[in-house]
């Protein structure tokens, strides 16, 4: 699971927004898609430079993640890399472009976790919806435990 953090946390709901407020959806472009929409929110490229960058090598998301190197050079690895600085993993990715990591999916009713569709734009709206809550969720305990350690060792 990413690591949570305030800016990864504020780029999916604001991934979120735009996607509820129209912005274009299509599963099967690489800059439109599930982690396209967020790649744009985090790397500031348009949804064509994204797709001409995966373009330029072979196969869907989850096929570029898996040839993932961050030192090819590749444009596609440059976008990919920068994702991460977020705190996001290539499995974090691969997970959001098909709806599937078991913890995101944890977090929702039986009936909803079963009918959801990888390129449902309203189930990708959901599915952000869910992670922006765990990971914000995980970020507020990760705190409280630090500032409780930070309170014992003053205490000390």
């Known amino acids: ?31 439109a898609c599930n982690c396209g929409n967020l790649a744009q929110e985090l790397t500031k490229l348009e949804k064509g430079e994204i797709h001409s960058y995966a373009m330029q090598r072979h196969g869907d998301w989850n096929e570029q993640l898996i040839d993932y190197c961050p030192t090819s050079g590749y444009p596609m690895d440059l976008m990919i890399t920068r994702m991460l600085d977020f705190g996001l993993t ?52 990760e705190n409280e435990k630090s500032q409780e350690k930070k309170l014992v060792v003053t205490l000390l």
Do not use: C
């Open 90 to 141: 290539t499995s974090d990715l691969a997970h959001l472009e098909r709806l599937s990591d078991p913890m995101v999916l944890a977090e929702m009713s039986i009936e909803k976790r079963n009918s959801l569709s990888k390129n449902k734009k309203e189930d990708v709206i959901f599915y952000m919806i869910t992670w922006s809550k765990l990971l914000r969720k995980n970020w507020l305990l």
């Open 1 to 31: 699971m990413a690591n949570p953090n305030p800016e990864l946390i504020a780029a999916i709901e604001k991934t979120v927004s735009k996607l509820k407020n129209g912005s274009p959806y299509q599963w099967g472009h690489m800059g």
